[in-house]
T-cell receptor, first 114, second 114 residues
Framework: ETGVTQTPRHLVMGMTNKKSLKCEQH?????MYWYKQSAKKPLELMFVYSLEERVENNSVPSRFSPECPNSSHLFLHLHTLQPEDSALYLCASSQVEDASDTQYFGPGTRLTVL | GDSVTQMEGPVTLSEEAFLTINCTYT??????LFWYVQYPGEGLQLLLKATKADDKGSNKGFEATYRKETTSFHLEKGSVQVSDSAVYFCALARPGGSQGNLIFGKGTKLSVKP
């Protein structure tokens, strides 16, 4: 499946580094999402962009900074992360007009913070 | 509030066994219901969905029926294969049209032995 792509697939960074995760959707959707998946925890919604405007920010620490330059691209900028931020970060997209609210996910970026 | 409860795993089956993974939900209105599957090292893939009561979603031999009276959406497959080993997530989309409104269960890990 290549509808939603994410790069890099794996990332190891120190706590003082700055890095960015990239997501691109090729489905013509107009809403995009960042989720965090940690071991033993339910999937956590982090950010939502609908029609390129941020519509939800679920109390995510400011060391995570999203950016949505257009409806096809979504970034998650990372700086001064903590080891507990190590997780799988998933991007998803959907069509605002889709009454079923179906979201399509990318393969994820496995982040390890040392 | 709205929630999804699915049976805790792990579930271990022999190849060709019958699979049932229970999922019940709590929601106001008429949510869309989904099953997503996550294979090792990958992101979530939409497996099937149903958008109204008595709808049956099906894909790759998996089925689930939207039961309003029992608020359930149990996943079934008549004969599992080793390749079905994965984590399965039940989810609902809260009605109301807002983005970012998917609620996930905690996931059920399925292991199929040859």
């Amino acid at each position: 499946e290549t509808g939603v792509t994410q790069t890099p697939r794996h990332l190891v960074m120190g706590m003082t580094n700055k890095k960015s995760l990239k997501c691109e959707q090729h489905l013509g959707h107009n809403a995009m999402y960042w989720y965090k998946q940690s071991a033993k925890k339910p999937l956590e919604l982090m950010f939502v962009y609908s029609l390129e405007e941020r519509v939800e920010n679920n109390s995510v620490p400011s060391r995570f900074s999203p950016e949505c330059p257009n409806s096809s691209h979504l970034f998650l900028h990372l700086h001064t992360l903590q080891p507990e931020d190590s997780a799988l970060y998933l991007c998803a997209s959907s069509q605002v007009e889709d009454a079923s609210d179906t979201q399509y996910f990318g393969p994820g970026t496995r982040l390890t913070v040392l | 509030g709205d929630s999804v409860t699915q049976m805790e795993g792990p579930v271990t089956l022999s190849e060709e066994a019958f699979l049932t993974i229970n999922c019940t939900y709590t929601a106001t209105g008429y949510p869309s219901l989904f099953w997503y599957v996550q294979y090792p090292g990958e992101g979530l893939q939409l497996l099937l969905k149903a958008t109204k009561a008595d709808d049956k979603g099906s894909n790759k031999g998996f089925e689930a029926t939207y039961r309003k009276e029992t608020t359930s959406f149990h996943l079934e497959k008549g004969s599992v294969q080793v390749s079905d080993s994965a984590v399965y997530f039940c989810a609902l989309a809260r009605p109301g049209g807002s983005q970012g409104n998917l609620i996930f269960g905690k996931g059920t890990k399925l292991s199929v032995k040859p």
